[in-house]
């Protein structure tokens, strides 16, 4: 019967798998070569399934503008995608703890290490004034392990990493500040993450910045980031942008663009002003990004370009008169909106990320809080909630998708995303479940999937091996305590990273 089946003509298999689910095209798609050569050659097979739309691209693009190929592909992580989320919470394939005390690094809770960064294999991280990049490769079976210095002294820093295009090289920036000699500088290390090169210190760029206010004392968060080949420093006063490879530079100073007088986007204030600068991966633009929102759409996105004509550097740049400043009023991108009441809101912004149809998008998470009135006796009541906003970079059009979920006042101190600068939604920094059962842990992050606001949910992850480790992490005695780690998941590797206080546990799901 089966040879007699796949003797028929493609336009009559094809015609049996009208109207079936997307999920059960995948998994015709296994039985045999013969049917997988068929769906993966003609896109009829699942654009004519009964819940085609769950592989919509963002803003209403049809599956109709993927190849063959990359809809079957798409298919099949949808699938995987949806298993995951109606299997949760997932559980552990392996589990593997690092001391820190096996990389030379003595533990101290009242400094744990930060600035953290993961992809795949490599985990990334500073204590102190060094960094650390570690390559782990089926747990414990492959680990290597290279740190160097950052720059000396008690320095304040703010760490940017990009993995190269083929994910041989890591780019790290470092934006220092001594608060008490006044010093800034900025460095850009290249290093080799990949055999044979695995350690190796391919250039160092350092230069030494004019002296800006301790953000921890003004209340003001500066920030770094970094795209080949160039890096730029965000600071309550200006940014500066760096061409690392070419020894070049500029500051400018940014002035709100819907006013008549020069207002500047630059302040002291923690909830107004540039906080964060964005590269796109590969066109020659930045987004500047407003973090903070009080119910008056003043969280905003603005784009300006790179500049062409930097001037040259040396190495001490520390005086403002050294640089050439120029000043600009970026162009706005669309003011999104929320929903329908004003409440306010912090947004974090991913980066860009790159479709299976090659476009790009540019991708931020937030959360906000809005009023809302209860009964007399209890006044007024808080609501969080957790969204997402994705822009089309074509026409900046965007769209709005909120998760099914609230957060309390304690669930929202420890929700922070993060994206690789090419993978918007790749790194998380989850939230953890505040319930514990039974000495279960949990945790879960929000899974956007492509952007169509079809499969955007949770994911809960099972955590175990923490009684295990028992001796390891003796200071958390208490859950609450264990939250105030570092914790991230890669889900391109299905690895979580937990940072306790005398090492790392790295789980496969």
């Known amino acids: 019967m089966a040879v007699q089946l796949l003797s028929l003509p493609p336009e009559l298999l094809l015609k049996f798998l009208e109207g079936v689910s997307v999920e ?91 600035n953290f960064f993961v992809h795949g294999n490599i985990i990334a991280f500073r204590s102190q004034s060094k960094l650390f990049v570690i390559r782990v490769s089926d747990l414990e079976i492959d680990r290597r392990t290279i740190d160097f210095p950052l720059q000396m002294g008690d320095l304040r820093y703010h ?14 920036a470092s934006y220092a500040y001594h608060p008490k000699q ?16 695995f350690g190796v210190t391919f250039s160092v760029f350092q230069i030494e910045l004019p002296a800006v206010e301790s ?14 080949p160039y890096a730029v420093a965000v600071t309550c006063m200006d940014c500066t942008v760096v061409n690392w490879k070419r020894g070049t530079g500029i500051k400018f100073l940014f002035f709100e663009p819907a006013e008549e007088h020069l207002v500047p986007l630059h302040t002291n204030y923690l909830t107004s002003g ?10 020659s633009y930045m987004i500047l990004s407003r973090t903070y929102s009080h119910g008056q759409g003043n969280a905003k996105f603005f784009s300006v370009d790179i500049p062409a004509n930097m001037a040259p550097l040396t190495r001490d740049m520390s005086d403002d008169s050294f640089w050439i400043m120029r000043y600009l009023r970026p162009h706005p991108l669309p003011s999104f909106t929320a929903t329908a009441d004003d409440f306010n809101y912090r947004i974090f912004p991913k980066g860009f990320r790159r479709l299976p149809d090659s476009t790009w998008v540019f991708e931020a998470v937030a959360y906000g809080t809005s009023n809302m009135e209860g009964p007399l006796e209890q006044g007024i009541v808080e609501e969080n909630r957790v969204f997402q906003v994705l822009y089309n970079v074509a026409d900046w059009t965007y769209q709005t998708h909120f998760l099914n979920v609230k957060l309390s006042e304690q669930e929202r101190e420890f929700f922070y995303p993060m994206g690789n600068y090419k993978e918007g939604g790749q790194v998380i920094f989850p939230l953890l479940d505040l319930t514990r059962e039974e000495g279960d842990y949990h945790i879960i992050f929000p899974e956007f999937g492509n952007g169509s606001g079809c499969d955007v949910g949770w994911v809960k992850l099972k955590v175990e091996g923490l009684l295990e480790n028992k001796d390891s992490i003796e200071e958390v005695s208490y859950i609450e305590t264990w939250k105030a780690f570092f914790a991230a998941f890669d889900t391109a590797s299905g690895s979580l990273y937990l940072c306790l206080p005398r090492g790392i546990l790295i789980f496969r799901y």
């Not at 006044?182 to 090169?197: F, H, N």
């Not at 540039?274 to 066109?283: E, K």
Request: proline letters at 7%.
């Open 215 to 228: 953000p921890w004392e003004s209340g003001f968060s500066n920030s770094v980031s970094v795209r080949d």
């Open 182 to 197: 006044k010093i800034s500088s900025l460095q850009v290390r290249e290093i080799g993450v990949s055999d044979p090169a």
């Open 274 to 283: 540039i906080t964060s600068v964005q590269f796109h991966p590969v066109d």
């Open 24 to 114: 059960d095209v995948v998994r015709v798609a296994q039985t045999c070569s013969s049917l997988r050569s068929l769906t993966t050659s003609y896109k009829s097979s699942l654009c004519d399934t009964s819940n085609w739309h769950t592989l919509q691209l963002p803003f209403d693009r049809h599956p109709n503008a993927l190849s063959s190929e990359l809809l079957h592909s798409r298919a099949v992580e949808s699938t995987k995608t949806a298993s995951h989320i109606a299997n949760s919470p997932l559980g552990v394939r392996g589990c593997f703890y690092l001391p820190f005390s096996d990389v030379g690094l003595d533990d101290d809770p009242s400094d744990p290490p930060t």
């Open 159 to 172: 760490i940017a990493y990009q993995l190269s295009e083929d994910q041989s090289m890591l780019y790290v």
